[in-house]
């Protein structure tokens, strides 16, 4: 079948974990009981201000096309959103593109900036799209393998080892998922510079921004001078922190002819977002309601965090793990709860999913030797899977060498 489709989707394979998320629901629905730590979306239902001001656009008629880049009112939303963030920052509502979910916005970027004989670096372990959508691009994705002594980030160092001539791009997330890292203000910053110097794009994905457990949104590129932003383009949205990942709505934020270029391509895609969902959005980025259950969330968030990493350091001391500042994903190591270290992330996967929990092997994300366990679910929930997963690394551990 394979030879009848087109060169484009040659390195193309579905999502794994929608394919995770998917079979979980499928087991579900034949009786199995699964608890699902495998997507990555909020447990909490979207604020309500911002559910209103969806039900009331539908009422009020906004149901026909949008503009293509989005509605005035959410990009001038997302600015104020994104300038309280930094500072203050001035933000230009024109530079914005309103898309269906941020994924959308990074395939924009990528596909306007990116094409055949282009390298783009992207931090390994990663979100398993970032190197799909940079192949259908034709450009090549370059993985460069992150520190386990630096909670799986890179450093200029390793950003200049895989640098060459035809490198065009780098995708930087943070706080990043699969590992819930984030990258401080200071290694941004070296890391723009590095970008700058180079003649480097960075897409800088920043859908977690808001879900981060230091004091205020974690450190942005928007936070630094202007002279290192000539070549960035921000991802941002509404799914996350704000419990809106059915609604679609991405944001990017792009020097203008970048902007411009992004709105064409979308013009004869999608032709822009949901209309009604764009004005869910536009309250939810100002509303000083949903700017409070947005906190609640994170707080608990926070919670679980700390309830997670306590339990793996009492009750699996030797299981190593990336401590998470962000996000709400927690990456550990299963090579080594096997006497013979000879476990894989697929094949803990398998057997955690027959001990009732479904998570993603990291081969997903670049490396087969860790596990991305999501901590976006009930706090019942979430003791209930804790429960099973050390039951099954305690029955590992103990198995004959």
């Known amino acids: 079948m394979s030879e009848i489709l087109s060169s484009n989707l040659t390195y193309l394979k579905p999502s794994e974990t ?7 629901k499928r087991r579900q629905a034949l009786g199995e009981d699964i608890v699902d730590l495998s997507v990555g979306e909020p447990d909490f239902d979207t604020p309500k201000a911002a559910a209103e001001a969806g039900i009331a656009a539908i009422q009020k008629g906004y149901t026909r096309y949008p503009p293509n880049i989005g509605i005035p009112e959410l990009r001038a939303a ?3 959103n994104l300038s309280l963030m930094s500072g203050g920052r001035a933000l230009n509502p024109d530079q914005i593109v309103i898309s269906s979910g941020s ?13 055949p004989k282009d390298k783009v670096l992207i931090p390994s372990p990663a979100w398993v799209s970032y190197p799909q959508i940079v192949h259908l691009c034709r450009a090549e994705p370059v993985a460069v393998p992150g520190d386990p002594e630096w909670g799986l ?17 780098l995708i930087l997330c943070s706080p990043c998922n699969p590992t819930g890292a984030t ?21 800088a994905d920043e859908i977690y921004r808001r879900i981060y457990y230091g004091n205020g949104p974690a450190p942005s590129l928007l936070d630094l001078p202007d002279e290192y932003l000539e070549k960035v383009v921000l991802i941002y949205g509404a799914a996350k922190a704000y419990a809106m990942t059915g609604w679609r709505i991405g944001v990017a934020y792009a020097p203008m002819p970048v902007a411009k270029a992004m709105a064409a391509l979308q013009s004869q895609t999608t032709t822009g977002a949901n209309h009604p969902a764009q004005w869910a959005a536009a309250t939810a980025f100002v509303d000083e309601a949903v700017e409070r259950d947005v906190q609640k969330m994170v707080a608990a968030f926070h919670l679980r965090r700390d309830r997670v990493v306590e339990r793996f350091r009492q009750e699996a001391p030797g299981v190593e793990f990336v401590e998470p500042t962000g996000a709400f994903y927690f990456f ?4 080594g709860v096997t006497p013979g270290h000879d476990c894989t992330g697929t094949v803990f996967c398998e057997q955690v999913m027959a001990a009732g929990v479904a998570m993603v092997p990291g081969a997903a994300f670049g490396d087969d030797h860790w596990v991305r366990m999501s901590y976006a679910a009930s706090d019942k929930d979430l003791d209930t ?16 060498a």
């Open 18 to 24: 929608v394919a995770i998320s998917a079979e979980t």
């Open 78 to 80: 997302v600015a104020r």
């Open 103 to 115: 994924k959308q916005s990074i395939f924009n970027a990528c596909f306007s900036l990116f094409g």
């Open 153 to 169: 980030k890179v450093s200029v160092k390793d950003l200049e080892r895989k640098y060459d001539k035809l490198v065009k791009g």
């Open 183 to 203: 990258y401080t203000a200071t290694e941004i910053k070296a890391i723009a510079g590095w970008a700058r110097d180079h003649g480097v794009w960075i897409i």
């Open 332 to 335: 550990f190591r299963v090579d």
């Open 385 to 400: 899977a804790l429960e099973r997963l050390f039951g099954l690394i305690r029955r590992l551990g103990a198995r004959a």
